[in-house]
């Protein structure tokens, strides 16, 4: 069905107001102007989503990203903002956690650390998001926080890994945590990559829960931490059937050649997903030492 002539209007409009949010926003972080007046609430236009294409790629010093944070402390635009973030209506709320996020601004931390506690799913991803890329140690303890009360959360984790600054990581792992964090801050380790993360891992897989042991051996084997591999290969060991399988698709994700014969070992081991994934890091390994 084609759209009325009132629709085709009314879109036109909104898209004509998306542009004009666009040009202003661009202006003002060019440094081509310093004012800005732009409404939040208006119909059809996310200035959250606008934001974000406007300082995607750009790192909160930057000067565009600092000449926007200026004009929207000075036309008052960033208290309207930090407002909306308490708004009955949750677009409203995901609309400011946007506009925080893309313009890095600090000062929101608190207010979005609250949102992470919103029942709607929506709303508490998209304070996550923003915390992600304001960044630093209040975000990511924010999100541990979060993680302490809800438990891991695939959004969590993603933006604790992007959030945390060097070595936070890697300090907390060796802390006392409730049971639901340091499983997170594992996997949060393996999604960053980090050789400082190395050791606190090993540590980890060595002395940690079943839970915690599982979690160890997959972020070692995707960091490619090949240092890791004799801790690894003795996991295969383990009485926890999880551990074990974790343990080998590790070992394939390391293309381990030292790990042959254990996995060949483990080929026959009594419970089938491990056989199934000592077989599937066998060939991966075999993959790179042509068929060895």
């Not at 107001?17 to 081509?32: C, E, F, I, N, T």
Request: with cysteine; glycine share 6%; proline share 4%.
């Amino acid at each position: 069905m084609s759209p009325s002539p009132a629709g085709v209007i009314l879109q036109a409009q909104v898209s004509m107001r998306r542009s004009a949010v666009r040009r202003q926003l661009q202006s003002v972080a060019s440094g081509k102007t310093e004012t800005l007046s732009i409404e939040v609430d208006q119909v059809g236009v996310d200035v959250g989503a606008i934001l974000e294409e406007v300082t995607r790629g750009k790192e909160m010093e930057s000067a565009p990203v600092q000449n926007l944070v200026l004009a929207f402390v000075n036309s008052g635009t960033a208290d309207k903002v930090v407002e909306r973030l308490t708004a009955k209506n949750p677009d409203h709320r995901i609309r400011s956690a946007r506009v925080l996020g893309a313009l890095r601004m600090y000062e929101g931390v608190p207010w979005l650390a609250a949102l992470l506690e919103s029942r709607d799913r929506k709303v508490s991803d998209a304070a996550a998001r923003a915390l992600g890329k304001i960044r630093g140690a209040k975000s990511a303890a924010a999100i541990v926080t979060a993680i302490q009360r809800r438990g891991i959360n695939r959004r969590l984790v993603a933006e604790l890994a992007r959030s945390a600054p060097d070595l936070f990581i890697e300090s907390a792992l060796l802390e006392p945590q409730r049971p639901s964090v340091r499983p997170a801050l594992a996997m949060a380790a393996g999604l960053r990559r980090r050789r400082a993360a190395v050791g606190p891992l090993i540590a980890l897989l060595e002395h940690g829960t079943r839970r915690e042991r599982v979690i160890a051996c997959r972020a070692l084997g995707w960091m490619g931490a090949a240092s890791a591999a004799p801790v690894i290969i003795a996991a295969l060991q383990d009485p926890d059937w999880k551990t074990r399988m974790s343990a080998a698709k590790a070992l394939g994700a390391l293309r381990a050649v030292s790990a042959r014969d254990d996995l060949k070992y483990l080929t026959i081991d009594r419970n089938t997903r491990v056989r199934a994934a000592a077989r599937l890091a066998l060939n991966r390994v075999k993959d790179v030492h042509g068929g060895a």
